[in-house]
């Protein structure tokens, strides 16, 4: 059942358009909620049930501080009982940042001159992979600016650059791609590269702020932007990324916009995005946003939680534009991949220059600049158990397939195994001393927990990995 982008993307099963300002705010003004109505919202959310447009707002209108933190505390313990204690680690690569748009909070913005124009060739783009495979990582996300020097083809060979290179025991396992998008043959020529997930943020789902923050090029087109990802999938990308980018409208109705993203997805493909990304706005070269939306931490914070409770089994993930202590919070009430060891200048991975952000040479600030072994440390202090587990996408359990295991159950089974054993590959090839003996300590607590299901089988092959096999997992 494919439809063109114009019929399902703008419209979905009832004739209305998917999404529908005016049906948001209704939703928002209309909601006022009580003590019950939030409770019977969240014993909803916590029975694994994906929140409805009404409901949401129910949660996202709860403003009295009793209410704020029973929505965390749910948030809590939804994020326990379907993702336990793992957070599965990244790290962006920019391959390129020329660009044609014109994307007001963008440092890579074609009118910004002061941003030197850097595309990596395959020479350095192994530099960087190999100074990331050094530190540890498995899973990197691609990220590329909207220009005809990035096509489909080239994004591809970069891909499989990526994929080539091999340092030590390290390889990267699964590349995934931030980047504009593309017709449905494009999608399938990266597709066919071998990527994991296709990320592309609507930034704004507020069609009048959209047309006032992206004022040049392709990306001016709201529903082309919309529709990209039904593109994606309809060229057998099954695992996609949504965002929105917080600053630029209300959060409120950002977080009502995507829900209802997550519902257009679910309602035409069976299978709801893979992830959800909600990055705020950093400073940025010639950044040129009214700071009127800007997201404040408390807020930031509560919406992390009602995003938790409002799609239950989407991932959350959140990255290094972030200050530490928002993540350390953000990562109890729902966050489940968070990027470690950033670095996103320009070949900034193999100059080594993360002490000094240079604006012109990236696309924006970030505020956790930690390397990947300080965040691994801080994750096991704090009882979480690091992963840079890939077994799903290689073992084909993506998209609607994966659904079919996303029960209650099947995380434990195969997901914590598998953290436990790329955490095992990670200190055995990477950490420190100190990080060894402490990650160890933490893999034995929580194989004593009851919540892993085959502990022999996965106790033999932590053995082999003691003695040097890789990439086992469940
Ligand atoms: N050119 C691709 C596109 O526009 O889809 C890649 C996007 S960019 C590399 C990834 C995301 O970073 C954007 O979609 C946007 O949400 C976010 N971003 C851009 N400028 C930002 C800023 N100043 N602060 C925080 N995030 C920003
Ligand atoms: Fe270009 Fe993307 Fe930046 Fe917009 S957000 S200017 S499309 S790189």
Same mark, same amino acid.
């Given at each position: 059942?494919?439809?063109?982008?114009?019929?399902? /993307?703008?419209?979905?099963?009832?004739?209305?358009?998917?999404?529908?300002?005016?049906?948001?705010?209704?939703?928002?003004?209309?909601?006022?909620?009580?003590?019950?109505?939030?409770?019977?919202?969240?014993?909803?959310?916590?029975?694994?049930?994906?929140?409805?447009?009404?409901?949401?707002?129910?949660?996202?209108?709860?403003?009295?501080?009793?209410?704020?933190?029973?929505?965390?505390?749910?948030?809590?313990?939804?994020?326990?009982?379907?993702?336990?204690?793992?957070?599965?680690?990244?790290?962006?690569?920019?391959?390129?940042?020329?660009?044609?748009?014109?994307?007001?909070?963008?440092?890579?913005?074609?009118?910004?001159?002061?941003?030197?124009?850097?595309?990596?060739?395959?020479?350095?783009?192994?530099?960087?992979?190999?100074?990331?495979?050094?530190?540890?990582?498995?899973?990197?996300?691609?990220?590329?600016?909207?220009?005809?020097?990035? /096509?489909?083809?080239?994004?591809?060979?970069?891909?499989?650059?990526? &994929?080539?290179?091999?340092?030590?025991?390290?390889?990267?396992?699964?590349?995934?791609?931030?980047?504009?998008?593309?017709?449905?043959?494009?999608?399938?020529?990266?597709?066919?590269?071998?990527?994991?997930?296709?990320?592309?943020? @609507?930034?704004?789902?507020?069609?009048?702020?959209?047309?006032?923050?992206?004022?040049?090029?392709?990306?001016?087109?709201?529903?082309?932007?919309?529709?990209?990802?039904?593109?994606?999938?309809?060229?057998?990308?099954?695992?996609?990324?949504?965002?929105?980018?917080?600053?630029?409208?209300?959060?409120? &109705?950002?977080?009502?916009?995507?829900?209802?993203?997550?519902?257009?997805?679910?309602?035409?493909?069976?299978?709801?995005?893979?992830?959800?990304?909600?990055?705020?706005?950093?400073?940025?070269? @010639?950044?040129?946003?009214?700071?009127?939306?800007?997201?404040?931490?408390?807020?930031?914070?509560?919406?992390?939680?009602?995003?938790?409770?409002?799609?239950?089994?989407?991932?959350?993930?959140?990255?290094?534009?972030?200050?530490?202590?928002?993540?350390?919070?953000?990562?109890?009430?729902?966050?489940?991949?968070?990027?470690?060891?950033?670095?996103?200048?320009?070949?900034?991975?193999?100059?080594?220059?993360?002490?000094?952000?240079?604006?012109?040479?990236?696309?924006?600030?970030?505020?956790?600049?930690?390397?990947?072994?300080?965040?691994?440390?801080?994750?096991?202090?704090?009882?979480?158990?690091?992963?840079?587990?890939?077994?799903?996408?290689?073992?084909?359990?993506?998209?609607?397939?994966?659904?079919?295991?996303?029960?209650?159950?099947?995380?434990?089974?195969?997901?914590?195994?598998?953290?436990?054993?790329?955490?095992?590959?990670?200190?055995?090839?990477?950490?420190?001393?100190?990080?060894?003996?402490?990650?160890?300590?933490?893999?034995?607590?929580?194989?004593?927990?009851?919540?892993?299901?085959?502990?022999?089988?996965?106790?033999?092959?932590?053995?082999?990995?003691?003695?040097?096999?890789?990439?086992?997992?469940?």
């Amino acid at each position: 059942m494919f439809y063109t982008p114009e019929e399902y /993307s703008i419209k979905d099963e009832q004739g209305k358009p998917f999404i529908d300002s005016q049906e948001i705010i209704e939703f928002l003004n209309n909601a006022n909620p009580t003590k019950e109505e939030v409770s019977e919202v969240i014993a909803k959310s916590l029975g694994k049930k994906r929140l409805s447009l009404q409901e949401t707002a129910i949660l996202l209108k709860a403003d009295s501080p009793e209410l704020i933190a029973e929505i965390k505390k749910a948030a809590q313990t939804l994020k326990n009982n379907v993702y336990g204690d793992r957070i599965v680690l990244f790290a962006p690569l920019y391959i390129g940042n020329k660009c044609t748009n014109n994307c007001e909070y963008c440092g890579f913005r074609v009118t910004n001159k002061d941003q030197q124009r850097i595309t990596l060739n395959s020479e350095q783009i192994q530099n960087e992979v190999k100074m990331l495979q050094d530190t540890g990582h498995k899973r990197l996300i691609l990220v590329y600016g909207e220009h005809s020097d990035y /096509s489909p083809e080239y994004m591809a060979q970069s891909v499989r650059e990526v &994929y080539k290179v091999k340092s030590g025991n390290g390889e990267i396992r699964r590349v995934n791609i931030n980047a504009a998008p593309l017709s449905l043959e494009g999608f399938k020529i990266v597709k066919d590269s071998g990527i994991g997930t296709y990320q592309i943020f @609507q930034e704004t789902y507020h069609p009048e702020t959209y047309a006032k923050v992206h004022t040049g090029g392709k990306k001016k087109n709201f529903n082309n932007r919309l529709t990209a990802l039904d593109t994606a999938m309809q060229a057998g990308i099954d695992d996609v990324g949504i965002g929105a980018l917080f600053g630029l409208y209300d959060w409120r &109705y950002e977080v009502m916009a995507m829900v209802r993203h997550v519902n257009h997805f679910e309602a035409v493909f069976n299978v709801g995005p893979h992830t959800l990304s909600f990055p705020r706005i950093q400073n940025a070269s @010639q950044l040129n946003i009214d700071e009127k939306h800007f997201v404040s931490d408390e807020d930031f914070v509560k919406l992390v939680a009602i995003l938790r409770l409002a799609v239950p089994y989407t991932g959350l993930i959140l990255t290094a534009r972030e200050p530490v202590n928002i993540r350390k919070e953000v990562l109890t009430y729902g966050v489940s991949q968070i990027d470690g060891g950033t670095n996103i200048q320009m070949s900034g991975y193999s100059k080594q220059s993360s002490d000094n952000q240079d604006l012109n040479l990236e696309q924006f600030e970030i505020s956790d600049t930690r390397s990947l072994g300080e965040v691994i440390e801080e994750l096991i202090d704090s009882d979480f158990m690091p992963s840079f587990c890939t077994a799903c996408y290689r073992l084909n359990r993506t998209g609607e397939h994966f659904m079919e295991f996303s029960v209650p159950g099947f995380i434990k089974r195969f997901c914590g195994p598998n953290a436990i054993l790329t955490m095992a590959e990670y200190l055995e090839d990477y950490a420190t001393p100190e990080v060894k003996e402490k990650g160890y300590e933490s893999i034995v607590r929580k194989m004593a927990k009851n919540d892993i299901t085959n502990k022999e089988a996965l106790q033999k092959k932590l053995d082999k990995i003691k003695a040097g096999e890789r990439d086992l997992f469940f």
